[in-house]
């Protein structure tokens, strides 16, 4: 399963990015989706979420601004970036828990996209 993400670029503060994740390879069913993000210096952190029935949750400091969303029938995920913030600023990471045979599920990752908010 090979997951490969797009969108990432330089934008001023107030801008917005589009951020988008497709999914390929042997996939049976796709759980949850969502996009995880992380500064120099940083751990890495969970953004946003969305389960496979559509149910949605963020970190507090996005709340507002981006928006998550996905198509189960391409297999991606993205994520809106609205009223972008320098300290948006991060490798942006896509992940998905993939159920891969009928007894395998596990997480896979995306390369990671730079996202760069300038002030």
């Known amino acids: 399963v090979q997951l490969v993400e797009s969108g990432g670029g330089l934008v001023q503060a107030g801008g917005s990015l589009r951020l988008s994740c497709e999914a390929s390879?042997?996939?049976?069913?796709?759980?949850?989706m969502g996009w995880y993000r992380q500064a120099p210096g940083k751990q890495r952190e969970l953004v946003a979420v969305?389960?496979?029935?559509?149910?949605?949750n963020y970190v507090d400091s996005v709340k507002g601004r981006f928006t998550i969303s996905r198509d189960n029938a391409k297999n991606t995920v993205h994520l809106q970036m609205n009223s972008l913030k320098p300290e948006d600023t991060a490798v942006y990471y896509c992940?998905?828990?993939?159920?891969?045979?009928?007894?395998?599920?596990?997480?896979?990752w995306g390369q990671g996209t730079q996202v760069t908010v300038s002030s």
């Open positions: 992940n998905a828990n993939v159920k891969t045979t009928f007894w395998v599920t596990r997480d896979y």
């Open positions: 390879g042997r996939i049976l069913s796709i759980n949850a």
């Open positions: 969305i389960t496979s029935g559509g149910s949605t």
